[in-house]
């Protein structure tokens, strides 16, 4: 059965389907449209789960560490509360009187995003929904993987690290119209992380916690 890598981009979503070396790229709307792709075993996604209620989580603490200089790609999740605030000041605010720091504009960027997929979620624990970084993908696919995304050596870093695992470029040559291709990677690396998992042979950061939703605040790859 295939599995589905999932990367935001500019209010929609770009998915990977991934069954065997075949690899189709998807125009995604929205969380719903993600969550309804047909006969999809797991699905890895490059977006925040489990949150906290008062402090940095374990899983990005130990992602920046083990990205090394590329530990920047890893934003800290907004804490839970700030999923309800209308405007940045107010998130800041509320950050604050949790855990005594103000949100990044990097991280309010995101919570579009992670507010749609925390509602589509639901409260039962979505268990073949799983929290995904491609960067950390990429490391494990080759550690060669070392320059900017955005960049020719970055683009080519990373060609050469999903091409023995997929047909990535067959994939790229009839993707969606307007698709990144940075986004387009990324999600082929979140499907390849989701392969794994669905495979039983994936690794983690996180300490085991999970947050007031039950949902485990860890990242697989």
């Given at each position: 059965?295939?599995?589905?890598?999932?990367?935001?981009?500019?209010?929609?979503?770009?998915?990977?389907l991934l069954e065997g070396r075949s690899v189709t790229l998807l125009d995604l709307a929205d969380v719903p449209a993600v969550l309804a792709v047909p006969d999809v075993e797991l699905i890895g996604i490059d977006m925040p789960i489990g949150l906290?209620?008062?402090?940095?989580?374990?899983?990005?603490?130990?992602?920046?560490?083990r990205l090394g200089r590329a530990g920047s790609s890893v934003f800290p999740a907004p804490l839970r509360v700030v999923l309800a605030c209308a405007d940045y000041p107010t998130a800041c605010e509320e950050s604050r009187r949790a855990s005594g720091k103000a949100l990044s504009?990097?991280?309010?960027?995101?919570?579009?995003?992670?507010?749609?997929?925390?509602?589509?979620?639901?409260?039962?624990p979505a268990e073949h929904v799983r929290e995904v970084h491609p960067e950390l993908a990429f490391r494990a696919l080759d550690d060669r993987v070392e320059s900017p995304k955005a960049s020719?050596?970055?683009?080519?870093?990373?060609?050469?690290?999903?091409?023995p695992v997929m047909d990535v470029l067959d994939a790229l040559a009839v993707a969606p119209p307007g698709v990144p291709v940075v986004d387009a990677l990324d999600a082929c690396?979140?499907?390849?992380?989701?392969?794994?998992?669905?495979?039983?042979r994936d690794e983690c950061v996180g300490n085991g916690a999970v947050d007031s939703r039950g949902r485990p605040m860890r990242i697989c790859w």
């Open positions: 059965m295939a599995v589905l890598g999932v990367d935001g981009w500019r209010g929609r979503w770009v998915g990977a906290s209620d008062d402090g940095p989580r374990t899983c990005d603490i130990e992602a920046r560490r504009v990097q991280t309010w960027n995101l919570v579009p995003a992670i507010r749609a997929l925390d509602d589509a979620l639901g409260d039962e020719a050596r970055g683009l080519a870093q990373r060609l050469r690290a999903l091409q690396a979140a499907a390849w992380s989701a392969r794994r998992q669905a495979d039983g």
